[in-house]
């Protein structure tokens, strides 16, 4: 049995979707994807969890989920909004065990040893300004990083959260003035 690759085996086979957008005869499959899009996928994990190491997992399992998927996606041009919205929901995963753990952590220790804090807590309090991030509802600092860090327009950022512009704009308002009055500045 012939295995040379022919005229169309070059191609990939599965995982190709037709871009609606710009060039309609461009195919886009995940590993495409994931090459555009895996750095500004990690800084905005980045942003969110503190880590580093944190972040390339928490973008990586959003990849892997999506691999698995792909086959029932239905509008494959929103496979980027929904890549940003299970990072984002990682992210929180992530808040949510490391608040479990510091919550069980002293009683699980011994009273001799002190507690060593994880990264994402070190790091979330470096600098003014990401602690009062950090002290913002949770809509309100996703919309600011994705509009501020991710440079997403107001569609992108309702899109990939799933909420109306209208409300991604109020939240993002409601956000500037929080921060501007935890920091001390004048509006």
């Not at 800084?43 to 399992?61: C, I, K, N, S, Y």
């Not at 041009?77 to 992210?91: D, H, I, K, T």
């Not at 500037?176 to 509006?187: D, F, M, N, T, V």
Request: proline share 5%.
């Amino acid at each position: 049995m012939d295995m040379s690759p022919g005229p169309d085996d070059t191609a990939p086979r599965t995982g190709t979707i037709q871009r609606s957008q710009g060039d309609a005869d461009a195919a886009l499959s995940v590993s495409d994807l994931f090459r555009d899009h895996h750095l500004e996928l990690v800084r905005l994990a980045v942003v969110m969890v503190g880590d580093l190491a944190t972040a390339e997992d928490v973008v990586q399992d959003c990849f892997e989920r999506l691999q698995r998927r792909w086959h029932v996606i239905r509008e494959p041009s929103r496979a980027l909004a929904y890549v940003r919205s299970s990072v984002l929901n990682g992210c929180r995963s992530v808040h949510r065990r490391s608040a479990v753990a510091r919550r069980h952590g002293p009683r699980l220790a011994q009273p001799a040893e002190a507690t060593v804090p994880d990264a994402a807590v070190v790091s979330a309090d470096r600098g003014q300004l990401v602690a009062a991030l950090r002290q913002l509802p949770r809509r309100q600092r996703e919309v600011l990083v994705l509009r501020y860090y991710a440079d997403l327009s107001v569609a992108e950022i309702a899109e990939t959260l799933g909420i109306s512009p209208s409300n991604a704009r109020a939240c993002m308002s409601r956000g500037l003035a929080a921060l501007a009055a935890a920091i001390g500045e004048e509006k």
